[in-house]
């Protein structure tokens, strides 16, 4: 007999908070709902009559569901609505959310978390990728600028956590050669920029010696942030950040990219090749000349292997010659 009592008293006040949201909801132009709701209340006040145990009707997370489905929603909030309180009975203002609502924080910008689950792969500028989100993703017209305000402070994936800046791309937009590393080490997340530590160094030394300066090339990493103690990348890690180094491509158009070392080239040509097989050969990514040759650390640690750098590099600056305009 209490467990009825209560029961009932439960469902009037849920009756009265879910009439509350439907008014909420069609001063927010959600018309659908009209009168489904509170029909679904009384059944279920009818059926819960006859329940000896008094159950939390499943009525007002559906409702929360079609409200979502009807309502156009510019940054829906990250958590999920709390489940409204039976005794929440505040006399509510026009035009304000009822009071269950105003305990739920609504972000004013979303707050980017690394998502556990990527979706589904899209069709954007550059082809099929699987972007980390919306902002990950290129549009028509777009600058440089357009594209490390949507990199912001990014939290995409786990290598934030030990970053101190983001290694954004580097040079003119209208550049004719890009170089393309892996990520940052440790110089370039201390000072922001790519390439500036020994590898850096001998980096400026082999675009000189194709008769160019640093300033008339783009440089820039699959990966913008340093990677605890330099290891490489995760294939997650990757494919969330390459989105944005793929939107400066299409921006820039360069005539020739240079990938540096094998993860640089795996990435950008999505193959399976080895460095070791691939360098000194012209390959395409989209319409512009991809040369593969090795990484500058690689250079450091086997000094050897600079040679072939150098034939890689003057194919390089022969096809940059002959197609000058
Ligand atoms: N190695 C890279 O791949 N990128 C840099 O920016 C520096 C070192």
Redesign the pocket.
Known sequence: MEDQTQAREILKSLTEEVSEVATYLRELGVETLEGTLPSAIEASARTSEKAKVARPPAVAPALRRNANAERPQPSPPEAPLPPPKPSTSTPRVAGEPPAFRQQTAMPKKPVRKPSPDPPAPRETLFGDITPADDLSLGHPGETFEDIRRDVGECVRCPLHQGRTHI?HTEGSPTARLLFV?????A??DATGR????R??QLLNKIIEAIGLKRDDVL?G?VNRCRPPANRTPTTEEARTCKPFLLREINVARPDVIVV??N??MKNLLDTKEGITRLRGEFQDYKGIKVMPTF???YLLRDPSKKREVWADMKKVRDYLNSTKK
């Open positions: 290694v590393g892996e990520a940052p080490g110089d370039e790519p390439f500036v530590g590898a850096g440089i990493n540096l070392g993860t640089a990484h500058p650390a």
